[in-house]
């Protein structure tokens, strides 16, 4: 008698499928355009220097040890983040109106966002919109716990720019109330973000129609280089007091801290100026489920960004580590334009490498396109198109601009 | 400003206010949960000035100043992860291979001292996953159950660790007690757990300890087990095991898995055809906050771990996406032939365990054996002491003499040493006289 007769087998998660296809694949000259993580000019991965001097730091230090934390995190890290995040002269942060809550990682973070508003906000009742398109695994998040998810239209695939029209009639045409899931600044898959502007009119049709906002903040510092600029929409919302709902925060130090597997992050609730929910009741139902998830979260990453946010050198250093990155990024997107535009003539308009930032470009190849670079050339990117510009460098930039050429070439009845 | 223009404004700011707090209305219904039963003592326990306070309330190692320590083999294998780390690329969904293996090894294959075990191993039929660390593990399980299993129902020994009921309810199940152990006695009363566990729907989820019983310390005896798992096979129902404690009945963490390989030759015998182990590096190998854990779940063919593992990996995907490296790296690195750790590490949870047996006597012998029993005190096992006392006079024990404890009268022997050992049993001795 089987214990569990109805389990098939599923496919494996796209991304980390890739990877292990990636992996497989004994070509030497294969290139992994696929998961998000930084790569240097070796195609190497980066701790970066900031991290190794905190770490050396860390673990030579009297009192390193590996003690429970508390259920809501490491109190030094909790402040640091949130002052990154909200910036140090934030009107929530000298209003006393954040909780934060440590979490594993973005991810983490999402997760607990959907199970408190399951549980706080119009019992679960009220829609999730999230852009289209949006990071994979967004969906799943919400769907997993029973909430309803809808998309607002976002990239445009035939201009290769938002559609903010779309996008604003949908924040109108939403039932009032709804969450709608924002990406801060380096919109995945994308890479297009709005522009100042552009984010003012979508925070005031926002707030007209009380909806509440999340905003997922993975790239904070790694998409331009600086923080605050990175931060901008964010900080807009609550030093001008446009948004009168609360703001929940999901904040990931994998990308710009180089932590991905420590799982670092923090999940951050601005409490709107007349809500009588206190900040006591709401870290205590975070702790709530936090308890009976994980008991409290990892050590080890949120110390190493905490003596990095804490010691003003490091600090510095970090924010050296945040411009070596995105600038070598920002250099890849000009190289790779430069070779489709100007030496190989690809057809087709390119410019949106350029224009995009963050890790991804939203390349516009099909599927088709997509599969052919992985069989013919061994270059790897998501099925959608996203390209890592990450994994790009010196040594590879021109054999990806051949593929991507010739990919296009072949399928050339494909508009781009 | 006239008296009709001044109503108006100010029925206009009320009508305002009240749109703003009817907006609000649904977030302004956050009510406080209440403080955690086990990590708020330690919070209350920061807050005393009493210059003897005591803490016996969290499960977290201390030395005999009273210090936490860090393994002096973990401190070896973070050296070394110092210097050779060159990565913190994200691990796989489940963690990878390598960890899995050597937590299936050493954990089924038990240094080669279970057959039953190393022939699951070997015929692929069980399904390990890395966890945030016990907790994480539980819950995991948990969701799995409560998303493919046939029952909900989850039998859980009373009393058991604070959280396991909520772990399990928010997980969808519905924890229910088996009897356990009699308080009134201070031991086990078998007759009745035997009972109370034929009284429940066959196919029930039954949740046993695999050692040092959280938070009596009295564990099953061989013959005991052998009569749970016979009852297991009749009333088919799931055995979920929680291991958080290997290593710290005997010191020897090959020595505590008895029950496991006991369940190994009952699944290889085809008598039970699965069951799940919630494990935890957090209290053998002094990880704690880094929450390294491990769940496995044995299979009943190479191909259904194949279906198992990636719903396990679709389930934990949207919750955290993948699981904490540096605890899994010390992890691996002490059990890499290459370093050299392995037998330091076994020595170090030796002495650890060598020190909380000292103490458990040390406190035996300075307790007035006049006035009650303290014989269970030498019968239990593990990082605790449950000692009787009822909730009055542990909350005694806290206000009048600064000895933090949970209530139900469990203390955890990592906070006792020389020094304070004699001030505890004078403070228990006072508040047991009637």
New interface residues.
Partial sequence: MSFFPTIKELPPDPLFGLKARYNADSRSDKVDLGIGAYRDNNGKPWILPAVKQAEIKLITSDDYNHEYLSISGFEPFLKEAAKIILGTESKAIKENRVVSQQSLSGTGALHVAGVFLKEFYYGGSKSIYLSSPTWANHQQIFRNLGLNVETYPYWNNDSKSLDLTGFLSSIKSAPEGSIFLLHACAHNPTGLDPSSEQWKQILYELEAKNHLIIFDSAYQGFASGDLEKDAFAIRYSIDQDIIKTPIIICQSFAKNCGMYGERVGAIHIINPINSTATLGAIKSQFNKIIRSEISNPPAYGSKIVSTILNDPNLKQQWEKDLITMSSRINKMRIELFNLLTHELKTPGNWEHIKSQTGMFSFTGLSSEMVARLESVHAIYLVSSGRASVAGLNDHNVKKVANAFDEVVRFYAKSKL | MTSSTSRSSTLLFKRQ?SQ??N??N???????????KI?GIS?AYVKDSNSNKINLG?G?YRDNDGK???FPS?KQA??IL?EL?????????TGNKNYQSVVKNFVFNNSDKDINGKQLIESGRIVTAQT?????SL?VIADFLNR???SKKILVPKPTWA?HV??F???GLDPEYYNYYDTTQNDLEFDSLKSSLLSQPDGSIVLLHACCHNPTGMDLSSAQQDEVLDLIQQK?F?PLIDMAYQGFASGDPYEDIAFIRKLNKAVVDGQI??YALCQSFAKNM??????TGSISIIT?SAE?S???E??L??LI???????????SKIVETIFNEKYNLLSSWLGDLNAVVGRLNTVRGELYKNLDKSNYNWDHLLKQRGMFVFTGLTSEQVIKLRTDYSVYATEDGRFSISGINDKNVQYLADAINKVIKK
């Avoid at chain 2, 649904?26 to 955690?36: F, Q, T, V, Y």
């Avoid at chain 2, 780390?85 to 969904?93: A, D, L, N, R, S």
């Avoid at chain 2, 002094?286 to 929450?291: A, F, K, P, S, V």
């Fill in positions: 206010f703003l707090n907006r609000l649904k977030w302004n219904d956050i009510p406080l949960a209440p403080p955690d990590l919070e969290v977290a936490p320590i860090i973990v973070e050296r110092l780390e060159v990565e913190k690329e994200y691990t796989g969904i945030i660390s016990g907790t994480g819950r493919f299993y046939t959280n909520a772990v309810k928010d997980a088919n799931y055809p699965s002094g990880l704690y906050g880094e929450r009943e259904k194949v279906a198992i990636s719903q990996k679709k995907r949207p919750i955290y996406s993948s699981p904490p490296i540096h605890g």
